[in-house]
């Protein structure tokens, strides 16, 4: 279900003998009509008032037609609303669909990649049957690394970035 427009997407065609028009108009009910850009911009006010409710009821009136899909899957506010949504359903393979298989902007990252962790820690704690500690957590993270999609591939120790690391080591080296 996680590759539809919105959650549960995907109308069932179902042997009719209907013609493929009318079996369309069969699914869509009268809704109002949102240009992507309004869409995203429904989501992004939801997601930033935390109304996840609200929110995941907005994304399952969108339209199912293909291209509606589509038009709608570009928008990066849109993506991020229906993994918020997954996240806090507890739907964490459409969760992980969805961020493995969109490329999200900087901006977005730290959002997603706590999600990503936190839905990971989560099944684990459900399968260990207890909460994780530190070491836990240090493995669930090896074991199910940052996609590249959420991650610009910069590993980090201890609080800094290999980047920052080196250049703080160049100059200690230079004046110590």
């Known amino acids: 279900s996680g590759s539809g427009c919105s959650p549960g997407a995907g109308g069932g065609g179902g042997g009719s003998s209907r013609a493929p028009h ?11 009509n949102f240009s992507p850009e309004q869409v995203a911009s429904v989501c992004e006010t939801l997601e930033e008032t935390g109304d996840i409710e609200r929110l995941g009821r907005f994304l399952w009136s969108l339209p199912v037609a293909p291209g509606a899909c589509e038009a709608i899957n570009k928008h990066e506010s849109i993506l991020r609303a229906r993994a918020v949504v997954a996240f806090h359903t507890g739907n964490f393979r459409d969760l ?17 990649q706590a999600m990503w962790l936190e839905a990971h820690y989560q099944e684990a704690e459900k399968l260990r049957g207890r909460p994780l500690g530190p070491v836990d957590k240090y493995r669930v993270r090896k074991k199910f690394p940052l996609p ?27 004046d110590p």
């Open 148 to 174: 590249r999609t959420i991650w610009d591939g910069e590993q980090k120790t201890h609080c800094f970035k290999e980047r920052t690391r080196s250049l703080l080591r160049e100059w200690y080296l230079q």
């Open 96 to 112: 992980y669909h969805i961020l493995e298989n969109h490329k999200f902007t900087k901006e977005s990252h730290g959002k997603l």
């Open 22 to 32: 009318e079996e369309l108009s069969m699914f869509q009910l009268p809704t109002l």
